[in-house]
């Protein structure tokens, strides 16, 4: 965490800016593991990603003020550890630590115990921090099963797809952005390649979305872990734009989040909740779900669009354009599964966009394959067959099943700038080969994605 980046910070209790307190390790000028503080309570940087999870008063399980414990006692790998995956490990030691608070009799006993679960952990972690380890194989190490094979193709979630056409509306405001409920920072490598933020700010509730967010997708943004429930400790009217995409139905008091971005955000600003899921229509994961007029009426001191998100994508796979002065009819918009919001102060948004060319040739650093084929070489050509990740994720992404060819062929032209996965496309070259690229890239035969990824 940049140390500047503390003056964007305020404790929505004491509306105090958070002061530095502690500093363990920094490298220029970000903080790596660090304390920060106001008159309310003091909450640890681990890793460069700042824990805000106040304990209430009847949460005597809460594990920061050990974190803060192990922190300055010089065990920062500890912190680190605790803090990813493992809830029954961690649940025994915060009993231990709290024995060991209450007993001093009882500490030489436990101690061995309690040596062990930090040895597990930080075993764990020494794992997930090797720089070898992909994602793909992260993912599998974490075991998490078919969400695991939805973050690997994330990329080809037509959910995902939704905000490509809204990258042209973030870009041009331009500032500073909160991608909130970011989970493991896919929609944030996208806002950071193709809008190119002066400043990105990741937040989530869970530290290991956060700790690989960081790892392999935004490396350079900030990173708050916190709870959207909840009020968050961000300074008033500092945001250009917030995005939550694919994910505010998780939440069960969504109003409060509604409100924190209104006051979070700079006039002219611009929320995009994106993908939200309709109780008026069945979905697969439904969770906290609200009627269209639900949505839109968290958002009081803002003009909202309503747009069916079908339409929302289709326009944007088939046409490239988005079309936000368009009024859908009510039918329309509760016959959706699931809609998106346009919410902001600034009437010229509401305006119709053409040629969104993103994600884009000119844009794009890491082209591969998308894993989501199989490849099969057949002389100079490449022979791709979709690969179905799972029975579920083809129910879940209609969209994305009707829009990805199910067998392709690589002309000979392409082929030979693919090495194994990779494409490494030179600069010089003619003018057939870069619409051939355009296309494969618009097809999402080619992605783009992080280093390291697969």
């Not at 960081?214 to 708050?224: G, H, L, R, S, W």
């Not at 305006?351 to 993103?358: A, E, P, R, T, W």
């Given at each position: ?83 990813i ?43 997930y921090?090797?720089e ?18 939805y ?30 409920l ?16 002066k ?14 967010a ?11 872990c ?38 979070c ?28 007029s ?14 069916p ?6 326009e944007?796979l ?6 936000l002065s368009?009024?859908y009819?009510?039918?329309?918009i ?28 000119k ?9 989501i084929y ?59 080969d ?5 296309d494969?890239?618009?097809?999402f ?10």
């Open positions: 965490m940049k140390l500047d980046f503390l003056n964007s910070l305020q404790c929505p209790d004491c509306k105090q800016t958070f002061k530095l307190g502690e500093v363990y390790t920094k490298d220029g000028n970000d903080l790596v593991n660090a304390l920060i503080e106001c008159d309310c309570f003091t909450y640890p940087i681990l890793d460069g990603i700042l824990i805000y999870k106040k304990p209430a008063k009847e949460d005597y399980l809460s594990r920061t003020p050990y974190l803060n414990e192990r922190l300055r006692i010089g065990k920062s790998e500890d912190s680190i550890a605790l803090s995956e493992g809830q029954k490990l961690d649940k025994m030691l915060m009993w231990a630590y709290l024995i060991l608070n209450e007993s001093g009799a009882f500490k030489r006993s436990i101690q061995p115990i309690l040596s062990l679960i930090r040895h597990i952990k930080r075993k764990r972690y020494r794992k921090a090797d070898k380890l992909s994602f793909f194989d992260l993912v599998d190490l974490m075991g998490w099963g078919t969400w695991g094979d973050l690997k193709h994330r990329f080809s979630c037509q959910t995902f797809w939704s905000l490509y056409p809204l990258i042209p509306i973030i870009k041009e405001k331009n500032d500073m952005v909160l991608d909130m970011c989970g493991t920072g896919h929609a944030s490598y996208a806002i950071e390649r193709y809008s190119k933020p400043k990105l700010v990741c937040s989530d509730y869970e530290y290991t979305l956060l700790f690989i960081k790892k392999y997708f935004v490396k350079d943004a900030e990173f708050i916190a709870d959207g429930n909840s009020p968050l400790p961000f300074k008033s009217g500092i945001f250009s734009s917030i995005l939550i995409l694919d994910s505010y139905f998780c939440l069960s008091n969504r109003g409060i989040l509604a409100r924190e971005s209104e006051r955000l700079r006039q002219g600003g611009i929320v995009l909740p994106l993908h939200l899921h309709n109780s008026m229509v069945e979905n697969i994961s439904q969770g906290f779900a609200l009627k269209p639900g949505w839109s009426g968290l958002f009081q001191k803002m003009k909202t669009k309503i747009i998100e079908d339409n929302l994508i289709e944007y088939l046409k490239r354009e988005l079309d368009k009024e009819t009510q039918e329309e509760n016959g959706s599964p699931a809609i998106s919001i346009v919410g902001t102060n600034d009437e010229k948004v509401f305006d119709f966009y053409s040629n969104i060319d993103v994600p884009s040739r844009d794009v650093r890491n082209l591969v394959i998308n894993p199989e490849i099969n070489r057949r002389g100079n050509q490449i022979h791709l067959d979709l690969q179905v990740p799972t029975e579920m994720y083809e129910k879940e992404y209609p969209l994305t099943m009707k829009y990805l060819n199910k067998n392709f062929v690589i002309s000979s032209e392409i082929s030979r700038y693919i090495r194994g996965n990779r494409a490494d496309i030179p600069v010089n070259i003619s003018a057939k870069r619409t051939q690229i355009d494969l890239i618009k097809k035969v080619l992605i783009d994605i992080p280093e390291n990824y697969l």
